[in-house]
């Protein structure tokens, strides 16, 4: 390779016409011709790859990849034909620009194909090898009829979907992000990092090729390698941000409707909710609590005290949450603060003439904040301080693709906005560019907006559309679904691909937005929401209601008890929170993310998923049919949740669907925290903190606990802990690691199950005392401990057997 000479600048110039390679300290430069390709370490494990079409480079900024990966660089060792790093090799052929990397025993992880760029004006078309045996997955909520993307193609461009289908695209986000998993080199990842209306073709139009491209903008792309898939999203996770823990009542079950009309209506629902003893913790208002569909805004003849309203709500464990869209209200010299401080500032996107941009929507004729200016976004957070004072907790930007009420759907290609943030450089851009960061651009500017009005309190934002690094602003939903057993299906789908492409904070509308549910399909769709990241029953405007008790006390004693089963988990999930705050593990997961043999199943897994890594849900894969179905569990041993009995000889088993169950599993070796029911999140359970153990391999759990509300825990203020049981000789040893953190926690004893055992087994202790149950259910053995703050140790004694290890 050649030796660098001159400045950096002197080299992203260069336009040499033969072809040469540049080595770097963290990579290497080709030219061929006048183009320029730049293959750099991020770090070990991630390569970025930048290619200049006249050979000087665009300027480093990113509303996706975070400043301080983008300045990371890792060294490298130069080789003849390209670089390595401590983890991968990278090779370029110069004559063609060919990329290819492999591990360092030469496996390949990821490989150019063909002519691996083709350029058209601004336009480019990359293209890469896709082997037999690879399988794509995350591009957020795309849709398709299966979690699989191979053999699909699909485009980038934010849309109002209103009643999408399973084979509709595109739709609401734009998260150019995917993962392959199953190639001779591992598990990889690949971010284009490209705003514009880009494409993916996934083996559709040449079965072994990978395609992507857009029609302009920066061609600027990462390669993330594993080699399993928990690395690549992990690692996903640190380019582009991790989601922030969010508050506790967020994971709680919430009520929705377009819309709950007065305040009289609210309390009604309020009241019926507590009355059928349905755990919830949200309510939320949808446009109609508005005047006249104006954000920020209130309907005072509906509403006629809205802070009268959040305190009567939050004395009964309630949260009110209501919808803020972007769209204000063209309304000059009618005293609407929105609008007119708006104008004064310049903080709306303009024509390309340069008046500001009106469009209609829900308001009528309205204008657009331009969020990709940082002082229109600060502009846009003090707009908040009226209901932030009036008690509102959260806030939800719906219609932020953007939709307008127009031919197109959205704004003109050409209509403009200012870009003034972060590391870009000030300058005007087109829609063409912004479009598909607008809604992500919406959220920031909400959270930061909320945060700033209650910096002491985590904001809680809903979006609808985003991009990729969206999830460090809000959680996110599905959008208009319908009331179909085929959306119910697409939920599960979309919900797992949301959290491979890092928006762990994921729902869909329970029992469908776009038209009544069956009462099967709305008990069924509880069921298995109640084990989704974010769980709201929400639906239309002049369609069947849908509240959990519409369709009788049978089917609302279902519903309730899967809501129940939520918030006992809550201590489970909480700690699937924290986690993912730390390390980007999404909590709803595909089984071969933790369970990689999975992948070679030969049952349908099209509907089984996880809810961390310990616990397995198996709905059936034909929701409709009656035929019973198998489940194939991962290798290690598996529990029955329901009857804490082991599952025994095959790890394959048959299932009868059953309106009134769902088969769900806890991996052998879990220690699951359980909390006593509570109607929210707000009460203080009354007992003790349970610890389900499912003695198994590799024994362990983690209670993660903090006020469940402020930011308090980012100073100390919380309690994190490892309990880990294995067998010693004839006893079962429960260890409590050291606490991490100052919280108290609300319990004051430790209620242990330990399921698989006979009652008649002999319960001692070797440093703690134990106080058992008198009433232990068949095959478990149950005792009570003092809470233990500084770690110890405890032992069962006469184990007769340790399934699974």
């Known amino acids: 390779m050649a030796v660098p000479t001159g400045s950096e600048a002197a080299d992203r110039a260069a336009t040499a016409t033969s072809n040469a390679a540049v080595a770097r300290a963290d990579g290497l430069e080709v030219h061929r ?35 301080a990966m983008r300045a990371h660089h890792a060294a490298v060792t130069p080789l003849d034909d390209g670089f390595a790093t401590n983890a991968i090799r990278v090779t370029v052929d110069p004559s063609s620009l060919a990329l290819t990397v492999a591990d360092l025993s030469g496996k390949v992880i ?12 601004r336009a480019f078309t990359l293209r890469k090898a896709l082997p037999l045996g690879e399988h794509i997955y995350g591009l957020g909520d795309k849709t398709g009829g299966t979690l699989d993307r191979r053999g699909k193609s699909y485009v980038d ?68 390698a594993g080699p399993a898939i928990r690395d690549v999203v992990r690692r996903y996770s640190d380019l582009t941000g991790k989601a922030p823990l969010p ?26 909710l507590r009355q059928d003893r349905i755990p919830t913790d949200i309510i939320w208002l949808d446009i109609d609590f508005q005047d006249r569909n104006r954000p920020f805004t209130v309907n005072t003849k509906a509403f006629p005290d809205l802070k009268s309203l959040t305190g009567e709500l939050g004395a009964d464990g309630i949260k009110l949450v209501t919808i803020t869209d972007l769209h204000v209200a063209a309304a000059p010299n009618q005293s609407y603060a929105p609008y007119d401080t708006g104008i004064v500032g310049n903080h709306f996107v303009h024509n390309p003439d340069g008046s500001p941009y009106v469009g209609k929507v829900w308001p009528g004729p309205s204008v657009f904040p331009d969020f990709t200016d940082a002082k229109a976004r600060a502009w846009w957070g003090t707009n908040f301080k009226q209901l932030v004072d009036a008690g509102v907790a959260g806030f939800w930007n719906d219609m932020n693709e953007p939709s307008v009420f127009n031919d197109t759907g959205t704004m003109p290609l050409d209509a403009v906005h200012r870009v003034d943030s972060d590391d870009f450089s000030p300058r005007n851009a087109a829609h063409a560019e912004i479009h598909n960061v607008y809604g992500m651009e919406n959220t920031r500017a909400t959270y930061e907006g909320v945060k700033a009005l209650r910096p002491n309190e985590r904001p809680f934002v809903m979006t609808r559309a985003s991009y990729a690094g969206g999830q460090r602003y809000s959680v996110t939903w599905t959008g208009d679904n319908s009331s179909t057993w085929d959306h119910l299906r697409l939920m599960v789908h979309q919900l797992v691909n949301l959290g491979l492409s890092g928006f762990s904070y994921a729902g869909a509308d329970i029992g469908g937005f ?23 029953d929400h639906s239309e405007k002049d369609k069947p209601r849908a509240e959990p008790w519409v369709d009788g006390p049978a089917q609302l004693a279902i519903r309730r008890r899967f809501v129940e089963e939520r918030y006992r988990l809550l201590p489970y999930l909480y700690a699937l929170a924290d986690l993912n705050a730390r390390t980007g593990d999404p909590l709803m997961r595909p089984v071969f993310y ?16 996880t809810l961390g890594a310990a616990l397995l849900i198996a709905p059936p894969p034909k929701m409709e049919s009656p035929q019973a179905y198998d489940v194939c569990l991962p290798k290690g041993g598996w529990y029955d949740y329901w009857t804490g009995k082991p599952v025994l000889g095959s790890s394959t088993i048959t299932e009868t669907p059953s309106l009134e169950s769902l088969p769900v599993f806890v991996r052998a070796g879990t220690i699951l925290p359980r909390q006593p029911l509570v109607q929210s999140t707000s009460q203080t359970p009354k007992g003790p903190l349970y610890l389900e153990v499912y003695p198994g391999a590799d024994c362990a759990g983690t209670i993660y606990l903090d006020d469940g509300h402020s930011m308090a825990f980012a100073k100390g203020h919380y309690l994190r802990q490892t309990v880990r049981c294995a067998v010693d000789g004839s006893n079962l040893v429960i260890d409590f690691g050291p606490r991490e953190g100052d919280y108290a926690p609300w319990w004051r004893q430790i209620h242990f199950i330990v399921h698989g055992r006979s009652t008649g087994d002999r319960i001692s202790s070797s440093t703690l005392p134990i106080q058992a149950a008198p009433n232990s259910a068949a095959g478990t053995i149950e005792f009570n401990i003092p809470d233990v703050p500084r770690g110890g140790r405890i032992s069962i004694g006469r184990v007769i057997e340790t399934h699974g290890s």
Request: proline residues 7%; glycine residues 10%; charged residues 20%.
């Open 33 to 67: 011709g006048r183009v320029l390709m730049r293959v750099t370490a991020v770090t070990d494990q991630i390569i970025r790859v930048r290619i200049a079409r006249d050979g000087i480079l665009p300027e480093d900024a990113s509303w996706a990849v975070l400043p």
């Open 110 to 121: 990821s490989a150019d194909r063909g002519s691996p760029m083709s350029l058209d004006g």
């Open 157 to 224: 461009w934010n849309t109002d979907a209103y009643g999408f289908d399973s084979s509709t695209d595109p739709i609401y986000k734009s998260i150019p992000f995917f993962i392959s998993l199953g190639g001779t080199g591992g598990s990889y990842g690949i971010l284009l990092d490209n705003s514009w209306r880009t494409f993916f073709d996934f083996g559709h139009a040449a079965r072994d090729t990978l395609a992507m491209g857009g029609p302009d903008g920066p061609i600027d792309y990462y390669i993330i």
């Open 247 to 272: 508050p506790q009542w967020g994971l709680g079950y919430q009520q929705s409707r377009y819309s709950y009309m007065s305040a009289d209506e609210v309390r009604e629902i309020a009241r019926t």
């Open 514 to 536: 776009t038209g009544g549910p069956s009462p099967d399909l709305m008990t069924r769709w509880f069921e298995i929401g109640a084990f989704t990241p974010i769980f709201r």
């Open 594 to 609: 933790d369970y990689p043999d999975a992948a070679q199943a030969l049952c349908d897994q099209s509907m089984t998923f």
